[in-house]
């Protein structure tokens, strides 16, 4: 498909509340995101990283606020209409299925959708394994792939719907080098090959400042700073509410 792209950005988020009993999880977060582009969400634990992430997904209906995908209103859909909109996520915590093969785990985000849609992407599923490099392990099962390995896994499950915008949980924490920069590349290459937008939570500053087209950052629920990242990570909020400060 060659469309022309509609103008103005992605997703906007307008004034996001949520709150947990007494927390202000989220306090006023309003934001954008462009088309074709990496930003990096940062902050110190407990500012409402992931509780964004999770607002974003229709995990959580927030209080207050609005966010729109393309000039759709997201909130107040569930996650499975929500994929079908092109959002689609990967978690703080690699989620696979351990005793699926490796192929299987492609195919469960189709599940639910039509057999003439499950037989297109088939062939889909494949190459998104070629693409993050696991295609030798297809038909091994999950469990016996490295820490790694399983969040490649993830990656390449969150590309099988085609999505417009991928949201995604410290992915590189905990992850090996070699992975990493795996992973980096396969970010890359999937907003110049198909497109799409990413929203990636990560303490891993350097890198995020490296790949990202845009950064935000939050501080206790609110958002510190946002705009390039080089100009984000030098502001005296970022750095007094969150650089200095440590991640905890
Ligand atoms: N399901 C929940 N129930 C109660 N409190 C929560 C829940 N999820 C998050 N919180 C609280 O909301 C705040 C933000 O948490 P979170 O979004 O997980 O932060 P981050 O991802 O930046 O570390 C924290 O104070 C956390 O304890
Ligand atoms: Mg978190």
New binding site residues.
């Given amino acids: 498909m060659n469309r022309t792209r509609p103008p103005g950005p992605l997703l906007s988020i307008s004034a996001l509340a949520k709150r ?2 007494g ?1 202000a ?1 989220l306090s006023d977060v309003s934001f954008e995101l462009a088309r074709t582009s990496i930003t990096g969400l940062i ?1 110190p ?7 964004l992430l999770n607002v974003i997904n229709g995990v959580y209906p927030p209080e207050r606020g609005t966010v729109m995908l393309d000039g759709v209103a997201l909130v107040g859909k569930p996650p499975s209409a929500l994929a079908a909109l092109g959002v689609s996520r990967t978690f703080q915590n690699a989620r696979v299925f351990s005793t699926l093969t490796v192929m299987q785990n492609l195919f469960i985000p189709l599940l639910h959708r039509a057999e003439s849609r499950r037989t297109a992407t088939a062939g889909k599923a494949g190459e998104l394994l070629g693409f993050v490099g696991l295609e030798q392990f297809a038909d091994q099962t999950a469990s016996e792939l490295s820490g790694g390995q399983k969040r490649l896994l993830e990656f390449a499950r969150a590309l099988v719907t085609g999505p417009r915008l991928i949201l995604m949980d410290e992915p590189f924490a905990g992850v090996h080098p070699a992975i990493k920069s795996t992973l980096i590349g396969c970010i890359k290459d999937t907003v110049t090959r198909y497109g799409a937008s990413f929203l990636i939570v990560s303490h891993e500053v350097p890198d995020l400042v490296e790949m990202a087209d845009a950064m935000v950052c ?1 501080v206790e629920g609110r958002v510190a700073a946002a705009g390039e990242p080089n100009a984000v990570v030098r502001n005296e909020r970022v750095i007094e509410g969150y650089l200095t400060r440590g991640n905890q």
């Fill in positions: 947990f009993g927390v999880a902050g634990n407990g500012s409402g990283k992931t509780t939050l």
